[in-house]
């Protein structure tokens, strides 16, 4: 019996995922994707705040799920994990926009404190194409609603590359050429929407 992560990958690499508030889609590349089932990469989650100031800014915590002080006003709570799909993609969902916060919340809850009796394995989600609709005074707020499946072992095509982030020290930020151009090219293809309004 085959199981939902035993394809091969024909092509390897992360790119970028986000949910689009208001018309309740997944969009990785300027594209719309589906998400049907999705693993959960419990070494790269990070937890902190994020702001768009002309540029991304994150500030993380050095421990996962650990709350740290709001560096200054307009930052907003967010996150980052890698995330690989039953169709054999690979995503960095990393976000600070309200409604996918509240949606990573609901999925760690399920698995947080089971990382450490699961070490090798990943969480397995199934994207239950339903949102939770919090209503704000400006816009409602749907959230991408997820189903735990439970723990199962790391395929091997889920690996992260280690070009993956820019490298930070000393206040300089460094990165692969490939990295830069990817980064630019994102910034280029999108414009500012609900998403990236802070509240």
Same mark, same amino acid.
């Given at each position: 019996?085959?199981? %939902?992560? =035993?394809?091969?990958? &024909?092509?390897?690499?992360? &790119?970028? %995922?986000?949910?689009?508030?208001?018309?309740?889609?997944?969009? #990785?590349?300027?594209?719309?994707?589906?998400?049907? @089932? +999705?693993?959960?990469?419990?070494?790269? /989650?990070? !937890?902190?705040?994020?702001?768009? *100031?002309? !540029?991304?800014?994150?500030?993380?915590?050095?421990?996962?799920f650990?709350?740290?002080?709001?560096?200054? =006003?307009?930052? @907003?709570e967010?996150? &980052?994990?890698? /995330?690989?799909? *039953?169709?054999?993609?690979?995503?960095?969902?990393?976000?600070?926009?309200?409604? =996918?916060?509240?949606?990573?919340?609901?999925?760690?809850v399920?698995?947080?404190?089971? +990382?450490?009796? *699961?070490?090798? @394995?990943?969480?397995?989600?199934?994207?239950?194409?339903?949102?939770?609709?919090?209503e704000?005074? #400006?816009?409602? %707020?749907?959230?991408?609603?997820?189903?735990?499946?439970?723990?199962?072992?790391?395929?091997?095509?889920?690996?992260?590359?280690?070009?993956?982030?820019?490298?930070? #020290?000393?206040?300089?930020? &460094?990165?692969?050429? @490939?990295?830069?151009?990817?980064?630019?090219?994102? %910034?280029?293809?999108?414009?500012?929407?609900?998403?990236? /309004?802070?509240?």
């Amino acid at each position: 019996m085959s199981t %939902i992560f =035993e394809n091969d990958v &024909s092509e390897t690499g992360t &790119s970028f %995922i986000m949910h689009k508030n208001a018309d309740k889609t997944w969009n #990785a590349g300027g594209e719309v994707v589906g998400l049907d @089932k +999705i693993m959960i990469c419990p070494d790269t /989650i990070k !937890t902190g705040w994020g702001m768009w *100031n002309g !540029t991304y800014e994150t500030k993380y915590s050095d421990v996962p799920f650990v709350k740290i002080p709001k560096p200054e =006003e307009g930052f @907003k709570e967010a996150f &980052s994990m890698n /995330i690989y799909t *039953n169709d054999n993609k690979q995503y960095l969902w990393s976000r600070f926009s309200f409604g =996918e916060y509240q949606a990573f919340k609901k999925l760690a809850v399920e698995f947080y404190k089971d +990382i450490e009796a *699961n070490k090798g @394995k990943v969480p397995v989600f199934e994207y239950t194409n339903t949102h939770e609709v919090i209503e704000l005074k #400006a816009l409602n %707020i749907n959230v991408p609603l997820f189903k735990f499946l439970g723990w199962k072992d790391r395929p091997a095509d889920f690996v992260v590359p280690v070009w993956e982030e820019p490298m930070i #020290a000393d206040g300089e930020v &460094s990165m692969s050429e @490939k990295v830069a151009a990817a980064t630019q090219a994102q %910034i280029d293809r999108q414009e500012l929407t609900d998403d990236d /309004i802070p509240f």
